[in-house]
């Protein structure tokens, strides 16, 4: 799923992620021709698929009037959902983070979502003073919205309140797990944090964690969060749309715009609309079907799409079975018949740009005659092939996820599996993908789609490839030494470590068929500039919008 993003692009899914921006805006991808080993799942989908492209709806008065000032210096942003909460400790929700992440609060260290380095930012420099302890150095002359100065006392809070408080913050679970950290303000510019044992990506973990008054609230989440960005929240009409102004006292550049609205829509088809007829500046998250390409910018979000085989329940328990619908799956075909070349082949979780990332790894070729007969070996050994898998997407996880569903059904029933489908709402998903496990429902092969943000592969190694991961079936001892062991290094070693845990686990455990590192598509007005990359789909930086310019445009 695609609801948290672990990483400081920002911010990733659930542990479930950032890098130099280009100088101008990338141009959306159009779809490439139509290859033969495509016409399989466009043949089976033909109908589907007209349907679809043929039933683009427009906003219309009632639902997008009230989309904000047209007046130029309102920034009008559309996203999918109202976020759930403004809570800073929460905005590795991507609802969340889409609005807060450096336009309301800021962390002391960011990470570039292109060159994947660290930046100062309320911090302007750290150092690992003892094998378990950083120092980290405060910027001076910054106020928080209120007027209240910023020193190392208020970071020393908004990290203990995050990671060592009651309130069961998202940051928390995901990104420290259960270690708990001695955060000490040495001075008002000199902040001190311990862990409990080495962590070599301590900064980095920390660039999750976002930093407000000491005076904030420790029994209870606050609705209306107060930080050091550029923007400060103006009003929050529940169900409406959220109002910022510009935080005049900002301690950074002024962003260009006074003002920022949000409003939200559900169909991807009304947030394109609402950019066609000048109704939004900004639009999140359309796809290829309903979006105008010429008002579309597309952009590496990070995010990967991939079956997740529970190896515990027979016959996925037999790793032929496993390696057979790896090479059962036509990627290029689905990518270029359904997702409108929206992506890239995939052979393994962590995308391009993140530590760990394996070069070396190539997907798995589409041999449809070599997965039939590992179905068969296995068979003749005894394993009940035949017995229905049942294939989990979550609806509205992409655009086309229905289709893309159907496709693997009909390619994994090509090699001779029994596969039947289950689209699920967001929470029932939620009950396969994350421990305690369900019960009693036999082989799973749920369709997953995991960000990893943060740009280190440990934030997907724990979650997705430990035998007790959060959102991993099964695993192995072998595989869990060599996360371990990976997670104790740094710079290169750590690099070549985590390439080498990706590269085992392809070769023994394949808990993953792995589909597509997929691309998202952003709604963008002629009036309006500003370059999307892998953060944008949460973290999107306000003070990086500008007016358009007769020269840009």
Same mark, same amino acid.
């Given at each position: ?10 911010? #990733? ?6 890098? +130099? ?11 490439? !021709? ?28 009632? *639902?997008?009037? /009230? ?6 210096? =309102? ?15 929460? #905005? #590795?929700? &991507? ?37 378990? &302890?950083?120092?980290? /150095? ?37 990104? %420290? @797990? ?21 962590? !070599? ?16 609230? *420790? ?7 107060? @930080? ?9 009409? =529940? ?9 005049? /006292? ?33 639009? &999140? ?24 085989? /529970? ?16 090479? $059962? ?15 890239? !082949? ?13 070069? @070396? ?28 898998? =049942? ?6 996880? %992409? ?12 390619? +994994? ?48 190694? #724990? ?11 099964? @695993? ?58 892998? $953060? ?18």
């Amino acid at each position: 799923m695609s609801t948290v993003v672990l990483g400081r692009q920002p911010a #990733s899914t659930l542990g479930d992620t950032p890098t +130099m921006k280009s100088s101008v805006p990338s141009t959306p991808s159009s779809p490439r !021709p139509e290859r033969g080993r495509a016409r399989t799942v466009l043949a089976l989908l033909a109908s589907v698929t007209m349907l679809l492209t043929s039933a683009c709806a427009v906003a219309n008065s009632d *639902t997008a009037g /009230d989309a904000g000032s047209a007046d130029g210096r =309102t920034l009008r942003v559309v996203l999918t959902q109202e976020p759930p909460t403004l809570e800073p400790c929460e #905005s #590795s929700l &991507t609802a969340t983070g889409v609005v807060v992440r450096s336009n309301i609060t800021e962390p002391l260290v960011e990470r570039d979502p292109t060159s994947g380095g660290l930046q100062p930012l309320l911090a302007t420099g750290w150092r690992q003073t003892e094998p378990r &302890t950083w120092t980290f /150095d405060i910027r001076s002359g910054v106020n928080f919205q209120n007027g209240r100065p910023f020193t190392a006392k208020d970071a020393a809070f908004s990290i203990d309140r995050a990671v060592n408080s009651d309130l069961a913050c998202n940051v928390e679970g995901y990104v %420290f @797990g259960d270690e708990k950290l001695d955060v000490r303000a040495v001075s008002p510019t000199r902040l001190t944090v311990t862990t409990e044992k080495t962590d !070599p990506i301590l900064p980095l973990r920390l660039s999750f964690v976002e930093i407000v008054p000491h005076t904030t609230s *420790t029994e209870a989440k606050v609705r209306i969060p107060v @930080g050091t960005g550029p923007y400060a929240v103006k009003a929050w009409q =529940t169900g409406v749309s959220i109002s910022l102004a510009r935080n005049d /006292d900002y301690w950074g550049k002024a962003p260009a715009y006074p003002r920022a609205r949000y409003v939200w829509r559900s169909d991807a088809s009304v947030r394109a609309a609402m950019i066609d007829k000048g109704e939004a500046d900004i639009a &999140t998250a359309l796809d290829h079907i309903s979006a105008d390409q010429g008002n579309t910018v597309a952009y590496p979000n990070n995010e990967t799409t991939a079956l997740r085989l /529970d190896g515990r329940e027979a016959p996925l328990n037999d790793i032929r079975v496993r390696k057979a619908i790896g090479l $059962a799956v036509d990627r290029e075909g689905i990518i270029e018949a359904l997702l409108g070349g929206l992506a890239k !082949p995939a052979a393994q979780l962590v995308p391009p740009g993140v530590v760990g990332h394996n070069d @070396g790894l190539a997907p798995a070729p589409y041999k449809v005659a070599a997965a039939r007969a590992l179905v068969k070996q296995a068979a003749a050994d005894g394993v009940p092939v035949h017995r229905r898998i =049942t294939l989990v997407a979550r609806n509205g996880m %992409f655009a086309g996820i229905a289709e893309v569903a159907e496709a693997l059904q009909y390619e +994994m029933a090509k090699v001779g599996l029994n596969v039947r489908i289950r689209m699920a709402d967001t929470a029932t998903h939620l009950q396969y993908q994350l421990r305690p496990l369900p019960r009693g429902v036999g082989p799973i092969a749920l369709l997953i789609m995991h960000g990893n943000q943060a740009g280190d592969a440990a934030f997907t190694t #724990s979650q997705y490839l430990q035998s007790d991961g959060p959102q991993s079936t099964f @695993g192995t001892k072998e595989l869990d030494r060599r996360i371990a062991a990976a997670d104790a290094l740094s710079g290169k070693a750590r690099q070549k470590a985590f390439a080498e845990v990706l590269s085992y686990q392809n070769k023994t455990v394949v808990q993953y068929a792995y589909l597509a590192h997929m691309r998202g598509l952003l709604g963008l007005s002629p009036k309006v500039r500003y370059r999307p990359d892998s $953060a944008t789909g949460d973290e999107m930086r306000l003070a990086e919008v500008s007016p358009a310019t007769a020269r840009g445009h």
